[in-house]
């Protein structure tokens, strides 16, 4: 009897301990799962906004641009230049007036790098106020003593035919002095600073539309013949330009079509097309700025040779761009932009 009952309990104190043993791994799991859960939810990282390109605010994923300078190339802009080779990859294009009224381009570049840009052409006064606020590499063919030694105070690396290597290279197909060219991934291995280079303008996000009138075409008014039309393209969103009575295609069948288009109605320094004079980029004026398919009216300032040109509409507010190629068109004052609204 005693043994029956001794063996009654024990079965009994088996089955509890059984039955604690598997409630307590039953907690167990629960806990541990409740716990990873928690983890899991507090330790999603928050979504890093894309680096942009400074030049164009466009995204650069990849960071490329963040360990390049800007590289600026002066290139021919007369009939004999045409097509053009590698403006189209540019991130800004400053057209300025030289002498006689012609107009010259200085191509700025620091996204995309063409093995051939050109023609290269001489360097001039105002070269010096363009470059000043991003630094970096410029390229030329030479120039005039007063200009040479006025870009040479600017904070940039200078390379011509005599010192860049292969960077530059005569094309034996072409005339000079429409025949010399220069390779620009070559150029930005010169180790040109600040890296990356400051960013010249504000853009606007892409959800955000511009405001203003709307838009059809408009004509910087460049004189002697090298008036620049820009018309509204709704397809690419872009302002396709013409020169010279015709549609201004790069070499390789590449319209020019930048997302914007800057003009700055500024004072040559010495008169119109006189040969030693310069657009005065320090101070204040009146701002044309298109972008969008619209007109925002305004004015640019720029206190100092090491600030950039700062734009701001009538209300001012600061007139932001969509990111993309930009054209600054250093029209003189006694010059005009007609402009063909939009029904």
Same mark, same amino acid.
């Given at each position: 009897?005693?043994?029956?009952?001794?063996?009654?309990?024990?079965?009994?104190?088996?089955? =509890?301990?059984?039955?604690?043993?598997?409630?307590?791994?039953?907690?167990?799991?629960?806990?541990?799962?409740?716990?990873?859960?928690?983890?899991?939810?507090?330790?999603?990282?928050?979504?890093?906004?894309?680096?942009?390109?400074?030049?164009?605010?466009?995204?650069?994923?990849?960071?490329?641009?963040?360990?390049?300078?800007?590289?600026?190339?002066?290139?021919?802009?007369?009939?004999?230049?045409?097509?053009?080779?590698?403006?189209? =990859?540019?991130?800004?294009?400053?057209?300025?007036?030289?002498?006689?009224?012609?107009?010259?381009?200085?191509?700025?570049?620091?996204?995309?790098?063409?093995?051939?840009?050109?023609?290269?052409?001489?360097?001039?006064?105002?070269?010096?106020?363009?470059?000043?606020?991003?630094?970096?590499?410029?390229?030329?063919?030479?120039?005039?003593?007063?200009?040479?030694?006025?870009?040479?105070?600017?904070?940039?690396?200078?390379?011509?035919?005599?010192? +860049?290597?292969?960077?530059?290279? $005569?094309?034996?197909?072409?005339?000079?002095?429409?025949?010399?060219?220069?390779?620009?991934?070559?150029?930005?291995?010169?180790?040109?600073?600040?890296?990356?280079?400051?960013?010249?303008?504000?853009?606007?996000?892409?959800? $955000?539309?511009?405001?203003?009138?709307?838009?059809?075409?408009?004509?910087?008014?460049?004189?002697?013949?090298?008036?620049?039309?820009? +018309? @509204?393209?709704?397809?690419?969103?872009?302002?396709?330009?013409?020169?010279?009575?015709?549609?201004?295609?790069?070499? =390789?069948?590449?319209?020019?079509?930048?997302?914007?288009?800057?003009?700055?109605?500024? =004072?040559?320094?010495?008169?119109?097309?006189?040969?030693?004079?310069?657009?005065?980029?320090?101070?204040?004026?009146?701002?044309?700025?298109?972008?969008?398919?619209?007109?925002?009216?305004?004015? @640019?300032?720029?206190?100092?040779?090491?600030?950039?040109?700062?734009?701001?509409?009538?209300?001012?507010?600061?007139?932001?761009?969509?990111?993309?190629?930009? @054209?600054?068109?250093?029209?003189?004052?006694?010059?005009?932009?007609?402009?063909?609204?939009?029904?």
């Amino acid at each position: 009897m005693r043994r029956a009952l001794l063996l009654v309990l024990i079965l009994s104190s088996s089955s =509890n301990v059984v039955v604690a043993s598997s409630a307590l791994a039953d907690s167990t799991t629960t806990t541990t799962s409740t716990t990873t859960a928690s983890s899991t939810t507090t330790s999603v990282p928050k979504t890093k906004p894309l680096p942009v390109a400074p030049l164009t605010g466009l995204p650069d994923p990849l960071e490329m641009t963040k360990h390049r300078s800007a590289l600026t190339i002066k290139i021919d802009n007369t009939p004999g230049a045409m097509p053009q080779y590698g403006i189209e =990859n540019a991130d800004v294009v400053y057209e300025e007036i030289v002498e006689g009224g012609i107009t010259r381009l200085a191509a700025i570049f620091n996204t995309r790098l063409p093995t051939v840009v050109g023609p290269v052409r001489s360097v001039r006064r105002t070269d010096r106020e363009i470059v000043f606020p991003i630094g970096g590499i410029f390229a030329f063919s030479g120039g005039a003593e007063y200009a040479v030694r006025s870009i040479k105070t600017a904070p940039v690396k200078l390379y011509n035919e005599s010192n +860049s290597g292969p960077a530059m290279f $005569r094309d034996p197909k072409r005339y000079p002095p429409h025949n010399l060219f220069a390779n620009a991934a070559l150029l930005m291995k010169k180790d040109g600073l600040p890296r990356p280079p400051p960013a010249l303008f504000t853009y606007r996000s892409g959800s $955000r539309k511009a405001r203003g009138p709307r838009v059809r075409s408009f004509v910087v008014g460049f004189t002697e013949g090298y008036a620049a039309t820009y +018309s @509204w393209d709704t397809t690419s969103r872009s302002w396709d330009r013409s020169v010279f009575g015709q549609p201004d295609v790069a070499a =390789n069948g590449v319209r020019i079509s930048p997302r914007n288009v800057i003009v700055m109605s500024v =004072n040559y320094v010495g008169g119109v097309g006189v040969i030693d004079s310069y657009a005065q980029l320090i101070g204040s004026g009146p701002v044309e700025v298109f972008t969008g398919g619209t007109l925002q009216r305004g004015t @640019w300032s720029r206190p100092s040779l090491r600030q950039r040109a700062v734009y701001r509409n009538l209300s001012g507010q600061l007139i932001k761009l969509t990111p993309g190629q930009t @054209w600054v068109e250093l029209l003189d004052v006694s010059e005009h932009v007609s402009i063909t609204t939009a029904s």
